[in-house]
């Protein structure tokens, strides 16, 4: 097994911010949303369906949590967005 050198361990997702208050939250946005992703119009089912923060947590961490700044989106186009905004 190939082991990295100097690897910090992964945070878990409570820890990165994504605990139980993230959860609702991320219900409630993909419920406002209708499970469709904002950027290609796909319906979203299971793990694909993922909430993007349209001004990334890079640019404004106030933000985290802004129903305005959230938007449902699928797991193809929020991991091709990355930190930009468009």
Do not use: E
């Not at 404004?60 to 967005?81: E, G, I, V």
């Amino acid at each position: 097994m190939l082991q990295r050198i100097n690897a910090k361990p992964k945070a878990n997702t409570t820890d990165r911010g994504y605990g139980s208050q993230w959860q609702k939250v991320r219900r409630i946005v993909l419920d406002r949303d209708q499970w469709t992703c904002y950027k290609c119009q796909k319906k979203l089912a299971g793990l694909d369906a993922t909430v993007d923060h349209i001004i990334p947590l890079a640019v404004d961490k106030t933000l985290a949590l802004d129903m305005a700044n959230l938007a449902a989106c699928c797991r193809s186009c929020n991991s091709s967005k990355r930190d930009k905004t468009k």
